[in-house]
């Protein structure tokens, strides 16, 4: 699925309450990533947001200040957005789990017999993957 983020318009950059509901995605310059969350409230004497970013799951909500940050909008549908993020789920899953059984792989490694001169690492490895 193409990114159905865009960039605020000059216009979107100044709401306040207008944002509140909207799903955004906020660029993390440490990380070098854009996070997705939710805008959930707007303090208009801080001129900050608070969101909840769909990483952290458990309801907490962090202040973020959008004049000075580099953000998307959602621009797709409710149900764009509800594929989007299951399919990134499921892309982090399969990565987490690739990187799992490979730890396992190189854990459990055979030692190679005598004299067999060579290792046989990558295709244990790849047996282990092709069995999982």
Do not use: H, P, W
């Given at each position: 699925?193409?990114?159905?983020y865009r960039f605020p318009t000059a216009e979107e950059k100044?709401?306040?309450q207008e944002l509140?509901?909207?799903k955004i995605t906020i660029y993390w310059d440490?990380?070098?990533?854009?996070y997705p969350c939710t805008v959930k409230e707007f303090d208009s004497s801080s001129g900050k947001f608070n969101v909840e970013y769909e990483e952290n799951s458990d309801g907490e909500k962090y202040s973020e200040d959008l004049k000075s940050s580099t953000w998307k909008i959602w621009a797709g549908t409710d149900e764009e957005y509800t594929m989007?993020?299951?399919i990134k789920r499921e892309a982090l899953g399969r990565a987490?789990?690739?990187?799992?059984?490979?730890?396992?792989?190189?854990d459990n490694q055979p030692a190679a017999p005598a004299?067999?001169?060579?290792?046989?690492?990558?295709?244990?490895?790849?047996?282990?993957?092709?069995?999982?």
């Open positions: 699925m193409t990114d159905l100044q709401f306040g509140v509901g909207k440490g990380d070098n990533v854009y989007d993020r299951e987490a789990k690739t990187e799992a059984v490979e730890k396992i792989a190189r004299g067999s001169g060579g290792s046989s690492r990558m295709s244990y490895t790849a047996m282990v993957i092709e069995a999982v």
